[in-house]
Each structure stands twice: as C-alpha cells, then as structure tokens.
C-alpha cells in the first residue's frame, strides 16, 4: 500500500490510498462485506444502463447526491479500515506517501497527514450514527409495491460511508502516531501537476513534451508570486488533469477522486468570491452613502 497527497489547491489536499491486492487462499470466499459491496456496485451499474423509468431516473439523481459527498470522505475511505489484525501485525511496514514536492513543502507533509486523519472523525462518528439509526425508521417505506425503499437504503449507504471514513481516519492516525508514513517527493507528480498548470487542455498535454525541472520551478514560482499577491487560495489540478494522472500510476480509480475533488473545491472558492464581492459593493454602496448623507448635512449647517 502507497499513499498519494495531491494538493488540489495551495490550502485543500485530497488524500488517495493506493491499497494492494488481497489474495484469496484457494477455496477462500470473498467477505460478506466485500461480496455486498460488489452486489450493490453490480446492481447500481445495471440500473444505469436502463434507457428511462424509476431505475434511470434513480441512478441520475443518486449520482448527483454522491458527487455532493465530500472528497474529503471520499479520500479517507480508499484507506482500510484501522483493524486489530492491523494493529497487532507485525512486523509494521512503513508506508510511502508521495506528493509533489514543487507545490507542497515537505516539512508540512506531517501535519496535512495529522490534520486529513482526525479533523473529520467526530463528525464521521456522529453522522454514522444517525444514520444507523434513521435507517430502521424508513421500513414503512418498504410497503410500496415496486419501488425499493430508497430513503433506507440511502441512509444504510451513508452510515456504512462514514464508518468506513471514520476508521480510514484512524488507520492514518495510527501509521502517524506508529512513525510509519515516510514522505516522498515524487518527480512524476511535479511533472503532472507542472503539465496541468502549463497547458489549456488534456489534449495540449499529451501530445506536448513532458515538462522538465526548471520548467516546474517556474509553474511553482507563478503560484507563490499569486500567493505573495494577496490571493488566499490557487487551484493546483485541473479537472482534466485527473486521467493523467491515474494513467501516469496505472490507478483507474484516482481519476474520479481527482475530478470530484477539483470540482467541489473550484465551486467552493468560486461561491467565497461571490461573497467577496458581494460584500465590497455592499460596503461601497454603503460608504457612499455615507459621504452622501455627511455632506448633506454640513450642507444644511451652512445654510444656517
């Protein structure tokens, strides 16, 4: 198992666990909880091939509800979850975490690690309870002839999605307080992420060379001199970069993270710039209304 820290932005970092294989003795079945997520997966995917009907219509609005999950909880579920089988193994094995060490210092890597593994597991608790039991709640639902109980099932969805968040959490807290995460700067994700900052498209970027070293520490440089400008917050990735990426490491899976991630956070800042603007025509509305209202008033003094 490898990890991947991929700053989408100069302040939000989506996490990626690359997790290795299990390999089933012979005779060995799958787990109940594996052969269950395969079922749902499978039966999700014949839903959407479906042309029209409740079945169609469910999966387009499931997956708008899913897009709207966190990446954050996205990304700490591609950990496994922290187990005592986990815990007890040994001996412990050190874990690679890889990042691109042109837009993100390494000497920070310990603390974005630390910050990722326990910010969100109260509220992972929390949720995940509530939904356990909100769940049985909805068996009325299951009356209706036809359709599936889909408030239960979704409520069942997001309490076993915050367990699995919740303990991906604790297992990274767990390699962190072990000393098993070991840092390394990756030449390959400078190259993506200079790539994605260089060329206007995925396209451009493929049939352009690959970027070298000095060409990355001026992409970097651009987004310091952004930074030292006074802008909070630069976006890094680039929702079509996130293929490159899971084709350069051979993981399929990490390109929908990526896009997901790069998508939510670019509403995200684009939302605050609204509001920043909103709130500077309001204050200079507002101040001129007081210069206004001022020089009225010195008006009328005068006058008298």
């Not at 005779?27 to 109940?32: C, F, L, T, Y």
Request: proline share 6%; aromatic share 8%.
């Amino acid at each position: 198992m490898r990890i991947f820290l991929l700053p989408i932005s100069t302040r939000r970092t989506l996490i990626y666990c690359e997790r290795a294989k299990q390999q089933l003795a012979p005779g060995e079945k799958p787990s109940w909880l594996d052969r269950a997520t395969n079922k749902a997966s499978e039966t999700w995917v014949s839903f959407e091939k479906a042309e029209s009907g409740w079945k169609k219509q469910l999966t387009t609005y499931g997956n708008a509800a899913l897009r709207r999950i966190p990446y954050e909880e996205w990304g700490l579920k591609t950990l496994p979850p922290l187990s005592d089988t986990i815990r007890k193994k040994e001996p412990k094995k050190s874990v690679e975490v890889l990042f691109p060490g042109l837009f993100m210092k390494e000497e920070k890597v310990p603390d974005i690690l630390r910050q990722l593994a326990i910010e969100r597991q109260a509220m992972h608790k929390k949720r995940m309870i509530w939904s356990a039991i909100g769940a049985p709640l909805t068996l009325p639902f299951a009356a209706i002839p036809i359709i599936p109980n889909i408030p239960g099932f979704y409520l069942m969805f997001r309490a076993y999605s915050h367990f699995r968040a919740l303990y991906g959490a604790k297992h990274l807290e767990f390699l962190g307080d072990q000393k098993l995460l070991t840092p390394m700067p990756s030449n390959a994700l400078d190259e993506m992420y200079t790539a994605g900052l260089k060329y206007k498209t995925r396209q451009v970027a493929r049939e352009s060379p690959v970027p070298n070293r000095e060409e990355g520490k001026e992409v970097a440089q651009l987004v310091e001199d952004q930074i030292s400008s006074g802008k909070e917050d630069v976006m890094l990735l680039q929702r079509w970069n996130g293929k490159l990426l899971a084709e350069r490491f051979k993981l399929p899976d990490m390109e929908v993270e990526i896009e997901r991630a790069v998508e939510q956070v670019e509403k995200s800042l684009k939302a605050k710039e609204e509001l920043a603007e909103e709130k500077r025509e309001i204050e200079k509305a507002t101040g001129a209304g007081a210069v206004d209202a001022e020089s009225d008033s010195r008006s009328d003094a005068e006058k008298k």
